[in-house]
């Protein structure tokens, strides 16, 4: 009887059928039993199962993204919340496409992680990071499926592109004036004029260390604001400060500037810099944590009287970020930093410590300074040390952060309002100045090299030499991976425009490097170094980021070679679909042996359902490579 209570009252998971049939035979007396929810079971494959699913979700995402690639490319339309979005961007594509089935989705995540590491890295090119990666995963399967060793394939890839990053920066260029940034920004608009002269009007006028913005219009017009000075988030902490009444802002010329991280409370800590600046007949710029309590009191009833002329205003940013752009101000006004983690008090400042600026506007909600010519030196020094510390980062919202107080500093700001008569016009536009803005800016960066994917053509040249010096038989696979791969892109973009992509490369191989397919005008000439600035960066991070991925998760995620492979080649070559999935069984069983000896000795002849009466494993083998490779 114990024993039957202590069923009763246990909680015991049974399978559907088993429950069934425990409802029917429990009373109605009982207690009423707990609602046992189950979540759905993980599906663990391995080998080829796990291949073919990674490979399926590889391909239907790089597919979608790769139709993209080149002047003559299509759009993809994503159907999302609202009103379908028309886009051109690799990227975007990548991070809208989620697969129903868990596997295929883990395959797609692969090429996803690329499109969005070039994208923060480099800013553009990710259509082209993502065919590369696609290639390479395709043919390291291939490889391994001969029986070489992933992990040595992996070094081989490492050293064949430190060598071609090395001849590449031989190579590159860079800019030569305004022509040079117009033609680098319309190409990676699409080819779009006036996005190229917008972006080169841009930084004619913010300069190379400048930020450039992208906001929606409330027009359909499409417009460039230039924001002189260092534009800070924070405006004054009383509307009784406002000097003009019309605009509501606060003008200065020529002011005093007191820049720490304090908090001022009382009119003591500030009375001898506010009768000294009196005395001196110039306005007064208090940026400090607050300013509150007795202190705005006094300033504000001074200032209505007319007795001072000062504005306060709170210091930008938070915590460590907070200081380092308070010494930001200080170097661009020449002022002192009254740090109180170095021990410096407000209350003993000396006019002496104060900064000067040309020109002070503050509004409700910022602030802008101009900068006195007097402080240019030290404003350069302090570029240089935050560009180093850019440089150093790997954080992508420092990056961010950096490159902004960089332009801050600089007096570089600009915004470009985009305009359209559609929300989805308009966020296909904001894309393709995005992209062109980020492919501009990489090439002042790194330089310029030739576009349309003939960069890549030429490099491939370039790899013999270096797989000569590789002794592993395995590593010497890895520097033909990254051969074959880096021909897809140009072989793609020549696809998409209607011609033979193979003939393409050859063509490009047998050129001068200046010289590529022109895909918008179909001939091959002097491509006058354009596009695919940021190369340099891009194929360090496809190739190199890729390898490593591959190698931690080795074999089974790395790389991929099934049989939907193969049966789609049976079927290429003439045989019946249901002839074809029997003999790619047959064939793949083999194939995924280690020893590929065994699958070049047989000569078992499969010609039933095909056109070739007598085609042999091994025959059929190497012309599933061949394909696979063209591919």
Sequence with gaps: MATANAISSAFILRSPLQQQGLRRRVSQGQRPRQLVVRAKAKEIAFDHISRSSLQLGVEK????????????????????????????????????????????????????????????TAGDGTTTASVLAREIINLGLLSVTSGANPVNIKKGIDKTVQGLVEELEKKARPLKGRSDIKAIASISAGNDDFVGNMIADAIDKVGPDGVLSIESSSSFETTIEVQEGMEIDRGYVSPQFVTNLEKLIVEFENPKVLVTDQKI???????????????????LLIIAEDVTGEALATLVVNKLRGVLNVAAIKAPGFGERRKAMLQDIAILTGAEFQASDLGLSVENASVEQLGTARKVTISQNSTTIIADAATKDEIQARISQLKKELAETDSVYDSEKLAERIAKLSGGVAVIKVGAATETELEDRKLRIEDAK??????????????????????????????????????????????????????????????????????????????????????????????????????????????????????????????????????????????????????????????????????????????????????????????????
């Design 438 to 631: 980020n492919a501009t800016f990489a090439a002042i960066e790194e330089g310029i090299v030739p576009g349309g994917g003939a960069a890549f053509v030429h490099l491939s040249t370039s790899v013999p030499a270096i797989k000569d010096k590789l002794e592993d038989s395995d590593e010497r696979l890895g520097a033909d991976i990254v051969q074959k791969a880096l021909v897809a892109p140009a072989a793609l973009i020549a696809r998409n425009a209607g011609v033979e992509g193979e003939v393409v490369v050859e063509k490009i191989k047998d050129s001068k490097w200046e010289v590529g397919y022109n895909a918008m005008t179909d001939k091959y000439e002097n491509l006058g170094f354009l596009e695919m600035a940021e190369l340099p960066k891009l194929l360090y991070i496809v190739v190199v980021d890729e390898g490593t991925r591959r190698r931690d998760e080795r074999e089974s995620l790395s790389f991929r070679y099934t049989r939907p492979v193969l049966q789609s080649t049976l079927q290429h070559m003439g045989c019946k679909v249901r002839h074809a999935f029997k003999i790619s069984r047959r064939i793949f069983e083999v194939m995924r042996s280690e020893n590929m000896s065994k699958c070049d000795a047989l000569e078992r002849p499969f010609g039933k359902g095909m056109n070739a009466k007598k085609m042999n494993i091994a025959k059929l083998v190497a012309r599933v490579r061949r394909r696979s490779a063209a591919t």
């Design 61 to 120: 995402l790089a597919n979608a993204v790769g139709v993209t690639l080149g002047p003559r490319g299509r759009n993809v339309v994503l159907d999302e919340f609202g009103n379908p979005k028309v886009v051109n961007d690799g990227v975007t594509i990548a991070r809208a496409i989620e697969l129903a089935d868990p596997m295929e989705n883990a395959g797609a995540a692969l090429i996803r992680e690329v499109a969005s590491k070039t994208n923060d």
């Design 265 to 283: 409370s009382t009119i003591k800590e500030i009375i001898s810099l506010l009768e000294k600046t009196t005395q001196l007949r110039a306005p």
